[in-house]
């Protein structure tokens, strides 16, 4: 089992920043591959960005694109993501997950991930 807890969540101002930051126990953290989830009221949950185990390796969506940056610290079980340019579009709760599953473009699905932090919110005002 891994164990996933977010935070950094809150209130900012369009074009503002916020940092999340996800704390994983429990397993070999450089063992998992690492992505940041999120979901918006009455929709689905998409993904956002995820790491390869190494952190050398990223994917994002394309509406984050040159504004959400993920990466991670394998000495401190975390991964993060810096939000920058924030949109009020980028609203939602935003959640960490971990996948053990060898790195590929599948790595994008929620499918290919076997644990789910709590979630953390995100409110971005116009």
């Known amino acids: 089992q891994v164990q996933l807890v977010e935070s950094g969540g809150g209130l900012v101002q369009a074009g503002g920043s916020l940092r999340l930051s996800c704390a994983a126990s429990?397993?070999?953290?450089?063992?998992?591959?690492m992505a940041w989830f999120r979901q918006a009221p009455g929709k689905e949950r998409e993904f956002v960005a995820a790491?390869?185990?190494?952190?050398?390796?990223?994917y994002y969506a394309d509406s984050v694109k040159g504004r959400l940056t993920i990466s991670r610290d394998n000495a401190k079980n975390t991964v993060y993501l810096q939000m920058n340019s924030l949109k009020p579009e980028d609203t939602a709760v935003y959640y960490c997950?971990?996948?053990?599953?060898?790195?590929?473009?599948?790595?994008?699905?929620?499918?290919?991930?076997?644990?789910w932090g709590q979630g953390t919110q995100v409110t971005v005002s116009s």
């Open positions: 429990g397993r070999t953290f450089s063992n998992f591959g």
């Open positions: 790491v390869s185990r190494g952190g050398g390796s990223t």
């Open positions: 997950a971990a996948s053990g599953r060898p790195w590929d473009d599948t790595l994008m699905t929620r499918e290919s991930y076997d644990y």
